[in-house]
């Protein structure tokens, strides 16, 4: 099973590179995690911030597995602890299908990528900056699974 990282936004930051990488690289190789970047629609003078986001969210979808488990990140979403999210890794591994996380650029995500998801997941009812949703999205994935596999490196 493969877990797909789907996010609007390109040239990140290095230190959000070498987070991101830095829990993705510790992923087991039957449970992979890949980032696949979007570009964010240019916004010039007076957007069409609507246009722009279903412009978006398009190109999230085509990014897409036609069977993939689509988990939008979402305030609205459903908040998950750790051991639940560990659960919900369980549950998906079961299932077979790969998972991908949808992750919008700075107005959030379109209707169609909302409507396309299997579950809503809220991080935080804070607002995140979306280069660290990457890692931190990472990092909990990699703290998930260690969890279902009793590693030290959960300590909770």
């Not at 995500?109 to 660290?132: E, F, G, K, V, Y």
């Amino acid at each position: 099973m493969r877990l797909r990282l789907v996010c609007v936004g390109q040239k990140m930051p290095e230190w959000v590179s070498q987070g991101y990488n830095e829990y993705a690289r510790r992923m087991p190789p039957e449970l992979s995690l890949d980032l696949v970047e979007i570009p964010l629609a240019h916004r010039g003078k007076n957007p069409d911030i609507p246009r722009l986001m279903q412009r978006e969210g398009d190109a999230i979808l085509s990014a897409l597995g036609p069977r993939d488990r689509v988990i939008a990140l979402e305030v609205g979403g459903r908040n998950w602890s750790t051991e639940k999210l560990a659960g919900q890794l369980e549950n998906w591994q079961l299932d077979g299908r790969d998972v991908s996380f949808l992750v919008g650029g700075p107005d959030g995500l379109a209707n169609i990528c909302r409507d396309r998801a299997d579950q809503l997941w809220s991080l935080s009812a804070l607002t995140l900056p979306h280069p660290l949703v990457r890692i931190l999205l990472a990092e909990q994935l990699y703290r998930a699974w260690s969890v279902t596999r009793n590693h030290p490196y959960h300590r909770a």
